[in-house]
């Protein structure tokens, strides 16, 4: 029997690394003793002189000392707070990088969750951006208080002290704009700010949301309570101050959680929300709807997602996870018929005016379980020929795997924000299924996150 080498590697030892790869977390990944150590900042060619600063049975992480050789595709980063921050992991990589990198973390992916010959597939170059800054569409700043004044941001890495965010460079500038401008308005009028321990204060986060083709903004307080002192002052100072404000909106949440929205929404001025335009289609955006944060990527990815599909009129479509029904009206005027799935009833009754505002009689969406519903509309005699699926992180339902394996649709055509689970996927797949080509669109520049679209075929 073969006994697990023990770890040589000693908690705050300094020892000299070569960094090979890219982590799926945008870390430097080095060997040092043939034991795996991750480096956050990092990159690869570099040789880096490391700190171990976390034992783990299986891995190390460390810090860098100093850099001894650089690599030719490190870039002094934008933001002032980007290494405080965490919201960013690859601003000091050169953008052009960014995307092979990003192609090479999914190659990883299937390397370790797939028996399928890597060589062998077809991997495209990733999709980028021409300008891979200022794209977020919606920010959610944590509120916090400091000698007085009103700080707005995000919690530092693995820590609990919030970074005021002044100007962040990955989001709108009209976000950024609106963020700044309701900090001042909550600090001249001392509004209570909340205090995550003491659990006393009222403003606890300040949403902004802009549609970016219309220009329209959102803005979202969420609070601890009901009652918003000096309510009328707040609502009139962000009209005046922010003209392009279509839409103000109190969420209350009481609770001790690090979720940010509670169940209750209050209008407080204007409409209950904005519009927002992707190409032909136009959306309207609650506070809570969900929506792609980068817009201009987005139409990139979805037209990846009709050339995948190659329809012709004919064919019947599954939109699994099909949310307010983006993908699906996307493709709705080149389907017989589109039916989609999702099992937040909301989206579902979103859907089904987005549908009926574009004017498609071909769609038909149900609240619940693509896992479940599936094999109902295969028994009534109801075969999609494509079937579409944009997961969370955790990817697929292993019950939907299943029912995909037993109907037997022509063509999955897999959106995925998460390249592990994506892989995970193809191997079980892979008994009936082959994967024809992965398209990785860069959705979230200056991140290690990649969005890739798949097509997936049956084997004939």
């Keep these: 029997m073969k ?12 020892f000299p690394l070569t960094i090979k790869r890219l982590g799926i977390n945008g870390e ?5 003793k043939k034991q795996v150590v991750f480096v956050p900042g990092a990159l690869p060619g570099e040789e880096v002189v490391v700190e171990a600063t976390k034992i783990n049975p299986k891995f190390a992480e460390a810090k860098i000392k100093k850099i001894r050789i650089k690599s030719p595709h490190r870039v002094q980063p934008l933001c002032p707070v980007y290494d405080q921050c965490g919201g960013c992991q690859l601003q000091h990589l050169h953008y052009d990088q960014q995307l092979k990198e990003k192609r090479d973390i999914i190659l990883q992916s299937l390397e370790r969750h797939t028996k399928l010959a890597i060589d062998k597939l077809d991997i495209r170059e990733t999709i980028g951006m021409e300008d891979p800054w200022g794209y977020r569409n919606k920010s959610s700043f944590q509120v ?8 707005a941001g995000l919690y530092g890495l693995n820590s609990h002290q919030l970074i005021d965010i002044d100007q962040c460079a990955v989001q709108h500038s009209q976000t950024n704009e609106a963020t700044s401008k309701v900090k001042q308005i909550l600090e001249e009028l001392r509004i209570p700010i909340y205090n995550e321990k003491s659990r006393k204060g009222i403003i606890r986060t ?8 219309t220009g329209e903004l959102q803005i979202v307080l969420i609070t601890s309570q009901n009652e918003i ?8 100072e962000i009209q005046k101050r ?14 001790k959680t690090s979720l940010i929205f509670g169940e209750e929404t209050v209008p407080l001025a204007g409409e209950e929300f904005i519009q927002e335009t992707l190409g032909d289609l136009q959306f309207e955006l609650s506070a809570r709807t969900f929506f792609q944060l980068n817009p201009v990527q987005t139409i990139k990815l979805y037209n990846e997602v009709k050339k995948a599909a190659a329809l012709t009129g ?4 599954v939109d699994a996870y099909c949310g307010v029904g983006t993908i699906g009206l996307w493709l709705a005027n080149q389907a017989a018929e589109i039916r989609g799935m999702d099992v937040i009833p909301e989206s579902i009754e979103d859907a089904k005016k987005n549908a009926k505002r574009h004017g498609f009689t071909n769609t038909k969406y149900v609240p619940g379980k693509a896992e ?5 509309w295969v028994k009534k005699g109801w075969k999609p020929d494509v079937v579409v699926v944009d997961p969370p992180r955790t990817g697929l339902d292993g019950q939907l795997l299943q029912t995909i394996l037993q109907v037997k649709p022509e063509k999955l055509i897999y959106v995925s924000c998460n390249p592990s689970t994506l892989a995970k996927d193809i191997q079980t797949l892979s008994s009936k299924y082959e994967v024809k080509y992965i398209q990785p669109v860069d959705m979230f520049p200056q991140t290690a996150h990649v969005e890739c679209c798949a097509l997936i075929k049956l084997i004939k």
């Excluded at 006994?3 to 300094?14: D, M």
């Excluded at 300040?206 to 083709?213: E, L």
């Excluded at 002192?229 to 009139?236: H, L």
């Design 3 to 14: 006994t697990e080498q023990g770890i040589k590697i000693q908690l705050n030892q300094t």
């Design 28 to 32: 430097g990944v080095g060997y040092f």
């Design 144 to 151: 916090g208080q400091k000698d007085g004044k009103v700080l």
């Design 206 to 213: 300040i949403v902004t949301r802009v549609g970016v083709q």
């Design 229 to 236: 002192p000096k309510m009328e002052i707040i609502i009139e």
């Design 242 to 255: 922010l003209p392009n404000v279509k839409s103000v909106v109190q969420n209350i949440n009481g609770q």
């Design 314 to 317: 004919n064919e019947k479509v």
């Design 372 to 376: 479940e519903i599936l094999p109902k």
